[in-house]
């Protein structure tokens, strides 16, 4: 990870013992359930997650038609999960299924750009 990331963000790079770096180069998702359960971190829901998304081909982003502050994730062009903003940070407001357009695949190009200027 980029030094000038870390030091922007105020974090500190992860050190990793050798036998935790030849797990994480061989075995990835024990290292992070080894990680997670260390840090006291249920990783139930990220279980879960990883296993929706690994099996995802597609992943489109809209933003929220509603003239809210939010964005929709579409899965497979099947499944969309709404997302809004509350306060500072974006909350789950749920899902619905159907059938889905493309998203646009450079929604967050403009975002570089601005941080390039």
């Not at 180069?25 to 006291?40: D, E, L, Q, R, W």
């Not at 990883?50 to 099996?55: A, C, L, Q, R």
Request: aromatic share 16%; charged share 30%; with cysteine.
């Amino acid at each position: 990870m980029d030094k000038d990331f870390l030091k922007e963000n105020n974090l500190k790079p992860l050190e990793l013992s050798w036998w935790k770096q030849l797990l994480f180069k061989f075995c990835p998702k024990m290292i992070f359930k080894v990680m997670a359960k260390k840090m006291k971190i249920d990783n139930t829901a990220f279980d879960k997650l990883h296993d929706v998304f690994s099996k995802t081909e597609k992943i489109d982003i809209f933003s929220n038609m509603d003239n809210e502050r939010g964005f929709i994730l579409v899965l497979n062009r099947q499944t969309a999960l709404y997302f809004y903003q509350n306060g500072n940070h974006f909350k789950y407001d749920g899902f619905e299924i159907g059938e889905y357009d493309k998203g646009d695949v450079t929604i967050f190009d403009h975002l570089k750009k601005n941080k390039d200027n």
